[in-house]
């Protein structure tokens, strides 16, 4: 039997411990996850050092760069992503009465977990804490699939976590980290329908098209991050610039960021020299249509098809338009389903933007950034779904798990 293979056979034999696992249990091992992670802190820094050094010599970007680094708060947060999740309620086994039907039967339907999830993604060593957790408490066994950029942190952390399972009697495969990267083995693992249940990719444009093109198991896409920001005709001056700021240059090369920064014309001459003046003093580079550029201190003149880039960097794009209508459209064309943000003191504005706006998370008067799974209330994120089927926005608990009918009788046949 092919390793590929065995990892998947092992993973849904695993899942199955899972079923009998009451909510107590599973949160007295998360809690002891976060223990183990703080006391393992020089472990996994020890063995990011070895991914930083080796994504130094391949002149990896700084997004990526940035993605793939860990330090103590980090570290940290990871610690404190899976706390937050044991405060949160288990979803597995919540049933729902959907009545009786005239000839006595009893119908509801129960929560129940995806069963094997995959994760394959990039330099982010995190989710290997955050998809652990997460899939643990919603029932799920998941294998862990990371870039060759993460391996040796993704390894030092899924051995940590691991060390827990077995203390508390689980089986370790539980939490798998594919130990090669392999593309060849990659390919595989799309293949193992009869084991896995879901995968989920996490990165940049080009693997999620390769997932979503090569898996025979059903794929739920976390697509790129082109996040809008629409500076409505009625928006406040002072609010408005807090919320580019905060989303463009807090952390670049994240999802949330924002990319693209849209102004409606009867107050781009009066604000847009304020942002320019921002943004250049952030040392963001700027790329405006004609419209804009005529208010702009310094930027680059581009056209409409060149509109719709993640930057994941000091970089935005900049378009006037002339209404909501348009600023719609223009969302519509180059916006990825994501995250999108308005900024208007008008409430009726703010309403018919959230309710148009196709995007996973739609915002009014607050910063892109809080587009995240933790910030939500949902605990550490899976990722932030794309798709609609069947999940759509940050991936927490009951986004990893479905729900079967369970239906009741008494002796009742079909005529």
Do not use: W
């Not at 909510?23 to 393992?40: E, F, P």
């Not at 339907?109 to 290997?128: D, S």
């Not at 928006?235 to 090369?253: H, M, P, S, V, Y």
């Not at 943000?341 to 409430?347: A, F, K, L, P």
């Amino acid at each position: 039997m092919s390793l590929i293979r065995d990892l998947s056979l092992q993973a849904a034999k695993a899942a199955r411990t899972l079923a009998v696992l009451d909510t107590d249990k599973k949160d007295r091992v998360l809690r002891d996850m976060a223990k183990a992670l703080r006391n393992g802190e020089q472990h996994i820094l020890k063995a990011n050092k070895v991914d930083l050094d080796n994504a130094k010599q391949a002149q990896l970007s700084d997004a990526m760069m940035d993605r793939l680094t860990l330090n103590t708060q980090r570290v940290e947060d990871m610690a404190v992503g899976i706390e937050t999740i044991v405060d949160l309620a288990d979803p597995v086994g919540i049933q729902r009465e959907l009545g009786q039907r005239p000839n006595g039967l009893e119908i509801s339907k129960m929560r129940v977990p995806l069963g094997v999830v995959c994760m394959i993604y990039e330099a982010r060593p995190n989710v290997t804490a955050d998809a652990g957790a997460l899939c643990f408490k919603s029932g799920n066994a998941v294998i862990l699939r990371g870039g060759k950029e993460a391996l040796a942190s993704s390894k030092a952390i899924s051995e940590i976590l691991q060390n827990v399972l077995i203390e508390h009697g689980l089986p370790p495969e539980l939490i798998t980290v594919v130990p090669n990267p392999d593309r060849k083995l990659m390919q595989e693992l799309l293949e193992q329908r009869d084991f896995i249940d879901v995968v989920i990719p996490r990165g940049g444009e080009g693997l999620i098209n390769y997932v979503t093109e090569n898996s025979k198991i059903p794929v739920i896409q976390h697509f790129k991050g082109v996040c809008h920001l629409y500076f409505d005709a009625d928006a406040d001056f002072e609010t408005a610039i807090q919320l580019l700021i905060n989303g463009k240059t807090q952390r670049t090369g994240v999802c949330n960021a924002i990319e693209g920064l849209v102004i409606h014309k009867d107050i781009a001459e009066q604000i847009l020299p304020i942002v320019s003046d921002v943004l250049l003093r952030h040392s963001v580079t700027i790329n405006a249509c004609e419209r804009s550029a005529k208010h702009i201190a310094r930027c680059n003149v581009i056209q409409d098809e060149d509109f719709g880039e993640e930057y994941l960097d000091l970089e935005i794009a900049i378009k006037t338009v002339d209404s909501m209508d348009e600023a719609l459209d223009h969302i519509a064309k180059f916006g990825s389903n994501h995250t999108e943000v308005i900024c208007t003191q008008n409430e009726v504005s703010a309403k018919r933007f959230q309710r148009s706006v196709d995007a996973s998370v739609v915002m009014v008067n607050a910063s892109s950034r809080f587009s995240d799974g933790s910030q939500l209330g949902l605990g550490a994120e899976i990722g932030i779904a794309t798709t609609k089927l069947h999940a759509y926005g940050p991936m927490g608990l009951e986004s990893l798990t479905t729900e079967k009918y369970l239906v009741n009788g008494n002796g009742q046949i079909r005529a």
